[in-house]
């Protein structure tokens, strides 16, 4: 197989990898997406709440969630609004809204940070906080809407699920302790559960496309070194007794005239150096200067400026081609 046939195979393999990546990293979403539908005959928007975690301790930081499904021929998205209480608890910041497009629905998801370390987030509950624990239920959370078929606005309540704040400091503890830091508990139920950035199952995906390619590039690599060194370049050497009627000087403008070369970047800088020292014992220091500069010019002279030389080279020296000795 050729070097370019393979280097054809190996983009055609990198390009299925990244089309298995991408299939693999949006199956989640397609799923969520389809999720979402709503069936002809049911309410037009579908709401639902969410707190998590669920059970926390004093101070703690809790993520509440209202996801609203609509169909879109039916409401349009952009005539919903969300009104939620969640006093004594407070907002971190302004609420995050994200939305999510299906083929005929749209899910309208809006979070809110919570947090609330005042007294007022302290039970008046006598059995709440003798048990050093309360049971909070938020307000209603209020989805309003427009109806597409007759433009009325309609409104949806949707309840919170129960929050179980635990005491940080224990009153029963503290009696009987007096002020001993060992009323201090910790409850592992409130820590949040771990997550992923990415799923276990796309990231193997991710690290066997990255080896696959690796190895692909790795290979090029070694093919195309191989192919150079299978092709020893043609060297000058002045210091070689010259072959039977060709003398260095022939040779070395021959080399500046072959556009065959593979890799002679430093023959072709010993020919011009040889060229120009020829040229300056014949008189001519304008070319034998414009020789020498090339050859010690960046980047490697092309083909086309040796030749130049080489073209001028050889009438400017004349007889000297055939009397010239190494």
Known sequence: MSSRAFIRVALVLIAVLGILVVAVSTRGRWHDAGQGSVAEGEPAVRARTDITPRIVLFGDTVTALVEVTLARDRVDPDSVRVQTDFAPWRPLGEPQHARTDGESTTSLRTSYLLRCVTNRCISDDAAAVQNDTEV???????????????????????????????????????????????????????????????????????????????????????????????????????????????????????????????????????????????????????????SRTLAWSEPIPNIRETNGVAARARPALGKELHEHVA
């Open 136 to 290: 909070l239920v938020f307000e209603q959370a209020k989805v309003t809407y427009t109806d597409a078929a007759d433009a009325s606005r309609v409104s949806l309540e949707v309840p919170w699920p129960r929050l179980t704040v635990g005491a940080r400091f224990s009153a029963r503890d503290a009696l009987s302790a007096g002020a001993s830091t060992s009323g201090w508990r910790v409850d592992l139920l409130s820590l949040p559960a771990f997550s992923y950035r990415l799923t276990p199952g796309l990231l193997l995906a991710l690290l066997l496309a990255a080896g696959i390619v690796l190895a692909i590039v790795g290979g090029v690599f070694v093919r195309l070194a191989r192919r150079r060194r299978g092709a020893p370049p043609a060297r000058v050497d002045a210091t070689e007794p010259p072959t039977a009627g060709v003398t260095p000087l022939d040779r070395a403008l021959a080399l500046l005239e072959d556009s065959t070369r593979v890799d002679g970047a430093a023959d072709q800088r010993r020919a011009l150096e040889l060229v120009a020292a020829a040229l300056e014992g014949r008189g001519d220091p304008r070319l034998a200067r414009e």
